[in-house]
């Protein structure tokens, strides 16, 4: 059986390893092709290096563009909340900033982003890209948003500093303000808080406009404190000039400028005008411890050489005032003064301390007379006792003495506290008065009248105590061959007033004796002192009859 072929078509059988060309004609069939192969690594396509920076500086913005333009959107997606954190987190701008470890973490991210970009970049198809040329100016172009947003943000921190230090300036302006209402020892701690304050802008801030506005207020900050210095309080006003002179230490002399030396002269004429007005002062300070501040501290000031001169005239002026109507107060000023003059430098007010001394010797006379005159016979005798033992040279310690015995006689017998013993010695003829001890004990006699004295007379051994006053004025004195203790007064004519006072061998009861007589002119007088035991009461008494009695003229002449 024969076959019949396609015309011009060599004839072939199916299944012969002979199938129909295109023409349909039939010829050898070619083998399939081999399975595809992954390309073998080689240099990237021309133009990718370029197309490749390009895609890694559009990532650099921040905003994920590289990535954008090779449609790998979730790598672009991690770009944006990087930055969307970042900005979430430096927005408002603070003075803290941003976290540094926030912001070396995303500009890590941005090289990663764009390193990444431009890995793929390197085999990505540029069929659909602009030329790498534009890409790349685009990217350099959008360098400018972080750069840019980092500057503005820095602007933006920089002036949210300048808020802040701008905010402790009106803190500490508004302390100085609430502190200067009230008194600076309540006050000192606002003022120091706000010192600190400006201390802190002027040094740590320099270059702030805060740090620029400091001296203007550290002047008004001085305004404030030396308020009760210009309100002419000087002893009020002491305290914070001292606390504004010691500033140059803690703060410093370059941050003050001329305020370092101006609390000088404030405070001295504030330590003088305290000082002065204190003088004569009945308070426990009377101006020593501004005084010799003064003269410690500015020695050469002209407040300091006026110091003498006041305490001098203060002095003069208090011992006027010892012949007013009291002497005894003014007496203490004087001590307070002469005490104030021993504290002050010596090589300031040499000459002032005797005037203070002077000052209080005649202060001590005075007012132990004037307590004579007042009637209040204890102290005067104590104060011109004391006198008179204090100042042995002077010449009225005789008739302080006088006036000490008179007033010790008015303790017992007030009458002879009626006029003040004299002192000088009265003219006229003198009678003789002879006092006799017929006690077994010492006696001293204290008399006061035309003259005052004291005359003491030992004890009699021999003598006894009578039992009653009549045996007493009997006996007394009268035994014959016996010698009595006596004493002779040349006494001028006048009234007097006696005080026996018993001493050694006489009973703890024995008491003092008081009594009173005239001694008139052309006699002699005598007397004689006993004692009498009263066994009622079991006391040993001295008894002196009535000088009326007892001085009783011996002989006339």
């Given amino acids: 059986m024969e076959s019949r072929d396609q015309p011009g078509v060599p004839g072939q059988r199916p299944g012969s390893g002979q199938e129909p060309g295109p023409e349909h004609m039939w010829g050898p069939v070619q083998p399939p092709p081999p399975p595809a192969r992954p390309p073998a690594a080689g240099p990237p396509p021309p133009g990718a290096t370029p197309r490749a920076l390009a895609a890694g500086l559009l990532s650099l913005s921040g905003l994920g563009l590289g990535h954008v333009l090779l449609r790998r959107w979730g790598r672009a997606a991690v770009s944006w909340a990087a930055t969307g954190v970042l900005l979430l987190v430096a927005l408002p701008a603070d003075p803290d900033g941003v976290p540094a470890a926030l912001v070396a973490a995303y500009l890590l991210l941005l090289v990663l982003a ?58 500490g302006d508004d302390l100085v303000a609430k502190a200067a209402k009230s008194s600076f020892l309540l006050s000192a701690p606002d003022y120091r808080y706000a010192l600190a304050l400006y201390r802190d802008l002027g040094e740590d801030h320099p270059g702030s406009r805060a740090a620029a506005l400091v001296p203007d207020r550290l002047e008004a900050y001085y305004a404030a404190v030396a308020t009760p210095y210009r309100a002419k309080k000087h002893c009020e006003a002491v305290e914070p000039l001292t606390h504004l002179r010691t500033l140059p230490g803690s703060v410093g002399r370059k941050l003050l400028g001329d305020l370092a030396g101006w609390p000088d002269t404030p405070l001295a004429e504030s330590l003088y005008g305290c000082g002065v007005s204190r003088l004569g002062g009945t308070g426990p300070d009377s101006g020593g411890k501004e005084l010799g501040a003064l003269l410690r501290t500015f020695p050469e000031s002209p407040q300091a050489g006026r110091v003498g001169p006041a305490v001098s005239g203060e002095i003069r002026q208090q011992v ?68 008179a033992d204090t100042y042995e040279g002077d010449g009225r310690g005789k008739h302080a003495r006088d006036i000490a015995v008179a007033a010790e006689i008015a303790e017992a017998r007030p009458s002879a506290g009626k006029r003040l013993p004299g002192s000088g010695k009265p003219g006229g003829v003198r009678m003789e008065l002879v006092i006799s001890n017929g006690a077994p004990n010492d006696v001293e006699v204290l008399y006061t009248g035309p003259v005052t004295g004291t005359v003491k007379l030992k004890t009699c051994g021999s003598c006894e105590r009578y039992s009653s006053e009549a045996t007493g004025a009997a006996r007394a004195c009268r035994a014959s061959g016996t010698s009595y203790p006596r004493a002779r007064l040349q006494l001028p004519a006048g009234e007097y007033h006696f005080l026996y006072k018993h001493g050694t061998g006489a009973t703890a009861a024995a008491d003092s004796y008081a009594s009173g007589s005239r001694v008139q002119p052309g006699y002699t007088y005598t007397s004689c002192t006993y004692v009498v035991e009263r066994d009622r009461y079991g006391l040993d008494l001295p008894t002196v009859p009535d000088l009326s009695d007892l001085l009783k003229p011996a002989s006339a002449h």
Avoid: H, N
């Fill in 114 to 171: 764009g390193a990444d970009a431009a890995r793929i970049a390197l085999r990505a198809d540029f069929g659909r890209w602009p030329r790498p040329v534009l890409a790349g100016a685009l990217g350099l172009l959008l360098l400018a948003v972080p750069v840019g947003g980092t500057v503005a943000y820095g602007s933006a921190r920089d002036e949210a500093v300048e808020q802040e230090l701008l905010g402790r300036l009106e803190e």
């Fill in 320 to 387: 006027a005032g010892l012949k007013g109507a009291e002497p005894c107060a003014v007496t203490d000023q004087l001590r307070r003064t002469s005490a104030l003059v021993a504290e002050l430098p010596e090589t300031s007010v040499s000459s002032l301390g005797q005037q203070a001394d002077d000052g209080v010797r005649d202060g001590v006379y005075a007012c132990g007379v004037d307590e004579f005159k007042d009637k209040r016979f204890a102290e005067a005798r104590q104060t011109l006792t004391d006198f």
